[in-house]
């Protein structure tokens, strides 16, 4: 009896601490791309997704019933995500947008937790490249990537750990794959 | 001669009687019954008609058996040799791998083999290969044979490729395509900043080696 009180008394306080810790190093990865809603009206294009919760767990249950090699790579590499946001907006001229607002983003990674894996600046159209890590003692929380150059931004954060070589490998496969999909929804042919 | 002396011995006949005189030591004298010889010989019993019956089945038995081993010798080995070298006769529907195992001299050699073997229980199965073997072997060119290689790798990437579509609902579509979409912009955006980090390693060991 008094064991079982005791490591009620250890283990309980102990798994709160260690989701809380969870919980709050999954926000502190999570960036605020409030400053860039201005940019959709002055860009060509827009590419704005967010993926968590539940749409996430539909999409690794697709993943799952997908009879593909590359789906089951990509599967694993994302087993254990909590959420993908991506920014992407590309303008017709150079310049067209301010670039405080993508300063305003790499300044929310220029804070303890976030570390810079890598940073490539190249003078051709301006280009800079960078992709931060945060992690939760041994396992990974979150990955921030900021591009941008002269004509175009993209800002990509992924909150949980992912397998950034096996994505790196999949680059170029991953386009939208073309599966069969039998929609349960479709009109059904009517009989003559 | 009076036949009434030979019938019951009534009146006289001289012939008969001296006849009888002459025969008198041979007469019938009734005396002690004879004694039993002192060796007695054992009676042989015949072997009996079971035994024979056991016997003639074990025979027949061991020659149906016989004939069955021989038989079972001499023409399985007939057609282990056949199948051996040949393109999977027993399924002439799988064309395909037929043609990536074997190679097509092998299956050439084996139809001009096995046309000589002279027992007729084999011609049939020969026959059968014919008909089979012109569909792979036809072509002799190489250009030609290496076509036909492909054609059937190409039929087992179709086969291979026809999977059952996945049963999506709309919600679970769009969760997918939306992933899809993030995880190949971030792939692309990671594999940039790759290439130029290689790409910058590259120079630098260019620049090493000059100097």
Excluded at chain 2, 137 to 151: H, L
């Amino acid at each position: 009896m008094k064991l079982s009180k005791y490591s009620l008394s250890v283990v309980l306080p102990l798994m709160l601490l260690f989701a809380v810790v969870t919980t709050n190093a999954q926000d502190a990865a999570r960036l605020h791309f409030e400053q860039l809603k201005g940019l959709e009206t002055r860009a060509q294009d827009v590419v704005e997704v967010n993926i968590d919760g539940k749409m996430l767990d539909l999409a690794k249950r697709v993943m799952v019933k997908v009879n593909d090699e590359d789906a089951k790579k990509v599967g694993q590499a994302i087993s254990g995500l909590k959420g993908i946001y991506v920014r992407v907006y590309n303008f017709a001229n150079e310049n067209e947008y301010n670039v405080a607002d993508v300063d305003q983003i790499r300044a929310q990674l220029n804070v303890p937790g976030w570390e810079k894996l890598a940073n490539v600046r190249s003078k051709k159209n301006n280009q800079k490249v960078d992709i931060f890590t945060m992690f939760a003692g041994d396992v990974m929380s979150g990955v921030a990537v900021v591009v941008s150059d002269t004509k175009s931004i993209a800002v990509v954060n992924v909150i949980g750990p992912i397998d950034i070589d096996i994505l790196v490998e999949m680059s170029g496969k991953m386009n939208i794959p073309k599966i069969d999909i039998e929609r349960d929804n479709q009109p059904k042919p009517k009989k003559q | 001669m009076k036949e009434d002396y030979l019938w019951d011995k009534t009146g006289g006949d001289f012939d008969i009687e001296q006849l009888e005189n002459t025969l008198q030591a041979f007469r019938y004298q009734e005396t002690a019954p004879p004694g039993l010889p002192a060796k007695i010989i054992p009676f042989e019993a015949k072997p009996s008609r079971r035994l024979f019956k056991l016997t003639f089945a074990f025979a027949l038995f061991a020659a149906i058996a016989v004939v069955c081993f021989s038989a079972w010798f001499y023409f399985p080995n007939v057609k282990t040799e056949i199948a051996k070298d040949s393109p999977k006769i027993i399924s002439p529907p799988n064309v395909e791998n037929t043609v990536k195992e074997i190679p097509l001299e092998k299956t050439t050699n084996l139809m001009i083999e096995n046309t000589e073997t002279p027992k007729n229980s084999i011609k049939k199965e020969v026959v059968k290969i014919k008909k089979f073997v012109p569909q792979v072997v036809r072509p002799n060119k190489p250009e030609a044979r290496e076509a036909a290689i492909k054609n059937a790798e190409d039929l087992i990437a179709n086969k291979q490729a026809e999977k059952p579509p996945v049963k999506l609902t709309k919600e679970e579509t769009y969760a997918y395509n939306q992933l899809m979409l993030a995880l190949s912009i971030t792939s692309s955006k990671l594999k940039i900043v790759t290439d130029k980090l290689e790409g910058i390693e590259e120079q630098n060991a260019v620049r090493v080696n000059e100097r």
